[in-house]
């Protein structure tokens, strides 16, 4: 089955009905999206995107169009803006599932959101496959779209400017990467787990890995409470979800490393699963800004307090 008829296969039989975040389930909706990556990291970064899309609608009092499968493309490169007035004109990077999604929720101009109607529009938007060159996540087809005179109509413009940005649900939805990753590393521990290797230094990486994936299980958990207990505190949640992302890549490269040192070269070149496995788990944590965020994070927990 390809990804896009396993997408559509669960968008059809409701599987991507996740509980909205804030909503008093929040928990479940991370521990769904950690089942998809725990499943397959490729499938999972799909339904992220689209089921962050579906949150979004849903902030904005909007509802989905029934059937149509959502990416959301808000990736910003500087000095490489899309233009948006009556129309988009430009580039846009990183745009997953390209050619396969229907829509796409779309920064532009001032991170004004707008909903596009890919289908619709398909002979104004060319997509250049050609930058992506990883093997990890070729199936995703994330690309460069690039938007020549493609209208915009004043109902497809979500909200107001900057408003994507500036809502809680913000740092909410930026849980959602966290909880894939936190997927694809009990994937390697599930595969850890599965082998036959008894010596001691084995053993001793595999219980420091089986350590991260309680933990990882955990964080998804406590984060996805405190939310639904204040789910309009926007400091708040920005804070929770640099700080989760931040835990969950550490320990998400603390499995990674030690999963490579325990069982060597063998299964990221000779078992499939595991070598695809690895290498979007390590690709995909990138996603977290690293110093960046961590600065943020450390300035946050010491501001004065009101």
Request: hydrophobic share 45%.
């Amino acid at each position: 089955m390809t990804l896009e008829s396993r997408l559509r296969e669960l968008l059809h039989s409701g599987a991507l009905d996740l509980p909205l975040p804030g909503g008093g389930e929040t928990a479940l909706r991370h521990q769904r999206l950690a089942a998809f990556g725990r499943e397959d990291l490729t499938l999972a970064r799909m339904v992220e995107a689209h089921t962050d899309a579906v949150a979004i609608l849903a902030e904005a009092g909007r509802v989905p169009v029934p059937g149509a499968l959502y990416g959301v493309w808000a990736s910003e490169i500087p000095n490489q803006p899309l233009h948006l007035n009556a129309r988009l004109n430009g580039s846009k990077s990183f745009c997953t599932g390209a050619g396969l999604v229907d829509r796409a929720l779309v920064t532009a101009g001032e991170s004004q959101l707008v909903d596009v109607d890919l289908r619709v529009h398909a002979g104004l938007i060319r997509y250049d496959f050609s930058a992506w060159i990883a093997a990890a996540f070729c199936e995703t087809h994330t690309a460069n779209a690039c938007f020549d005179n493609t209208p915009v109509a004043e109902y497809e413009r979500i909200n107001g400017p900057r408003w994507y940005l500036e809502r809680p649900g913000f740092w909410h939805g930026a849980c959602g990467p966290a909880a894939c990753w936190a997927g694809g590393a009990l994937g390697l521990i599930d595969y850890a787990l599965r082998q036959s290797r008894q010596d001691a230094h084995t053993m001793a990486h595999l219980g420091a890995i089986a350590a991260d994936g309680w933990g990882l299980e955990a964080w998804l958990q406590a984060a996805g409470s405190e939310i639904d207990a204040a789910p309009m505190n926007s400091q708040a949640a920005m804070t929770r979800a640099l700080t989760l992302r931040h835990l969950v890549e550490s320990a998400c490269r603390d499995v990674l490393d030690r999963f490579a040192r325990a069982y060597g070269p063998r299964p990221l070149a000779l078992d499939a699963d595991a070598s695809r496995r690895y290498q979007e788990l390590d690709l995909y944590i990138r996603q977290c800004h690293g110093e960046r965020d961590l600065e943020v994070l450390g300035r946050a927990y010491t501001a004065p307090r009101s």
